[in-house]
DNA sequence: GTCTATAATTCGATAGAC
DNA sequence: GTCTATCGAATTATAGAC
């Protein structure tokens, strides 16, 4: 979505990201984008056609981000706990590189209307059974405990749906390699067979 | 705040906040609720001073809940390993007994007004701190491994806020105790010392 | 407690000139 | 690309009768 044709394009949906992190997507007006970015309302539809397509973009441009390196670990000969490490690893680099696109995509994917709706929920189930698909090989195989998968899936989700804070507004000395590195320690050493 | 005084306004709180959790407060409009509730616009006026009012009942209305346990695990005599595992399990309670709340704490408390969204954040800023201070204690006493603080606690806050998925519409076969019993392995085999 | 009616405002989106 | 002007719809909330 936001290909960066022009500065003043990209610095539309950059700006408008950030006014529609702090507001929220339902309290943002058209009227607001347009105060922040100097101009009337009338000129935001000059970059985009509704303001439902505005949050669809962002959403689901970081959703496939996710996807894709997911699957590229999936497709990998790498075992099973080797797959944990890069998912958790691709996970907080994305979060790192485009932290209010996940926020967004944490805090407004509800407001998205059908069937976009649907579809994100729907991509979203799918993701998750990928990582539980992972965890459930790496107990076959003897290098995680036996836990209750769902359970499991969706805690380690959590782990990595909340790194965005890091990433806005600087609240954080931690890098993100060394976030890995601590989060992955915390999760393992949970997860691994003794 | 919903006080069972009667069966008519028990009705009409519960199901407000169901309505509220399946569209999203900003989403959910008066006439919304009126017609779950087979009644006219107007009438939701009997029971609520404004839409506002609504969402900060029921929020500050779990939020004092969560504190309330957090304060009394403090004040016990427990080791903090025992406090930790205390607050895992309330975290827990609280949330399959009210778990449509709970959604709005997570999902809305974005949607609460100044000066209430203030107090809010700071609320759960101070319960977060005395989950820190806990987890602090315990890695002085030996307890718990060596990890960044904030992002320990985070983890540990993002592994318990998700549970109320659980409790809503019947998706686990788990009770309270066997989710305790697995996110508590989970989160202390990854955090204890060896 | 329930209704009808309506005030007062806000919002997304479009038309058309420059 | 930017502006003025405006439409039409939706929304919160209140007044007042039954």
Redesign the pocket.
């Known amino acids: 979505m936001q290909m960066r044709k022009?500065n003043?394009?990209a610095l539309f949906f950059e700006e408008t990201l950030k006014l529609i992190y702090e507001k929220g997507f339902k309290a943002?007006?058209?009227?607001d984008i347009?105060d922040r970015l100097?101009?009337?309302?009338?000129?935001v539809?000059?970059?985009v056609?509704?303001?439902?397509a505005l949050l669809e973009g962002y959403i689901f441009d970081i959703q496939n981000e996710f996807h894709t390196a997911m699957n590229h670990i999936i497709d990998s000969t790498y075992l099973p706990n080797e797959k944990l490490r890069l998912v958790i690893s691709s996970y907080i680099q994305i979060t790192s590189k485009r932290p209010y696109e996940q926020a967004l995509f944490m805090n407004d994917w509800r407001n998205l209307k059908e069937p976009r709706l649907q579809e994100f929920i729907n991509s979203r189930k799918a993701y998750e059974e990928k990582l539980k698909t992972i965890i459930e090989a790496g107990v076959s195989q003897g290098q995680f405990r036996v836990l209750n998968l769902t359970l499991t899936t969706q805690t380690i989700m959590a782990a990595l749906r909340w790194l965005y804070i890091l990433y806005i507004g600087q609240k954080t000395n931690l890098n993100p390699i060394e976030v890995e590195k601590q989060l992955t320690d915390f999760i393992f050493t949970g997860i691994h067979n003794e």
Do not use: M, P
Request: aromatic share 14%.
């Open positions: 022009s003043k394009r943002t007006t058209i009227r347009a100097n101009f009337k309302e009338a000129n539809y000059n970059y056609d509704s303001k439902q």
